[in-house]
């Protein structure tokens, strides 16, 4: 956790290490749009609020495109009405990440989507969704177009993740100034990024997703957050600074206060309220554009 800096020593500031040996790499292209009536079948599904067993809540409801692919909320209400047990990560760029939801128990994409059909917590089970469906021609002869089968929950798990793996958002200013752009950051955004190696943080927020790759303990040197889980994955920060609230149980309502945070329960570092707003100020470098537009807030 305590590990400082690039391997090899951190490039000069202002300039992108020449030599490839970075923590972070830019967001990867995402894959070609194989099988786009598939695709298709999968965003129609992800705002349809038939599927869950009530008929009243759709992905959407948790995981809000048009703002940052979660909500503002501490903890959502399932199909049951009950509050989540965790905070709801968001959707963008999770495709991405080595495992799924705060534990971590989902090994593959298809498997969280499953997972969350038939959680009574969550969707509720997929019987009752799939029912409605069916009855709804037009779905039923998109899907039998794009599967060569009838609707069934096979095809929901099957359209609904290739859709997921679409959802990524390109475009963060951090992205172009490590591929050669010396002005996409400011001054204070540089110092951010190198208080964010420097201190330890980079040890756990790296890759192409700035995390979401390994798992981690909690509240190492300090209490951090509730109880709960004293391992999880680690999250992705890709867009963090339009995703508040913060923690697996949302206790963090500001990216600042979240900072901090972290700095003295993982790291046992008091940060300056300086090196917070510069490394806030680089965390706000990492959003991404969804359809043309910046990833922001939602509303709470």
Request: net charge positive; glycine share 12%; proline share 9%.
């Amino acid at each position: 956790m305590l590990a400082a800096g690039l391997a090899g020593g951190a490039a000069p500031p202002g300039r992108p290490p020449a030599d490839g040996r970075r923590p972070i790499a830019p967001l990867p292209a995402p894959p070609p749009a194989a099988l786009r009536d598939r695709v298709a079948l999968g965003a129609r599904l992800y705002g349809d609020p038939r599927l869950s067993a009530s008929g009243r809540i759709s992905c959407q409801s948790c995981h809000d495109l048009a703002s940052n692919g979660a909500t503002g909320a501490r903890r959502d209400p399932g199909d049951n009405g009950a509050a989540s047990p965790f905070n709801t990560p968001t959707v963008f760029n999770s495709a991405l990440n080595f495992r799924f939801n705060w534990q971590g128990g989902m090994p593959t994409l298809p498997d969280v989507v499953a997972a969350s059909l038939r959680n009574p917590h969550v969707m509720g089970g997929s019987a009752p969704g799939l029912r409605r469906l069916r009855a709804d021609r037009t779905l039923l002869l998109q899907a039998r177009a794009a599967y060569r089968r009838d609707l069934d929950e096979a095809v929901l798990i099957d359209a609904l993740s290739r859709y997921v793996r679409t959802l990524t958002t390109p475009g963060a200013r951090f992205d172009r100034w490590l591929g050669g752009d010396r002005a996409a950051l400011t001054a204070q955004e540089q110092r951010g990024w190198e208080m964010f190696q420097a201190v330890g943080c980079v040890s756990c927020h790296q890759g192409a997703n700035i995390g979401g790759n390994l798992f981690e303990r909690h509240g190492i040197f300090h209490p951090l957050a509730a109880g709960g889980p004293p391992v999880l994955r680690v999250p992705s920060l890709r867009n963090v600074a339009a995703t508040a609230p913060y923690f697996h149980d949302g206790s963090a309502p500001t990216l600042a206060g979240a900072v901090r945070a972290m700095a003295y329960a993982q790291l046992d570092i008091t940060l300056s309220e300086r090196d917070v707003r510069d490394i806030v100020a680089f965390l706000g470098t990492l959003t991404g554009h969804y359809e043309g537009r910046p990833v922001h807030p939602a509303a709470r």
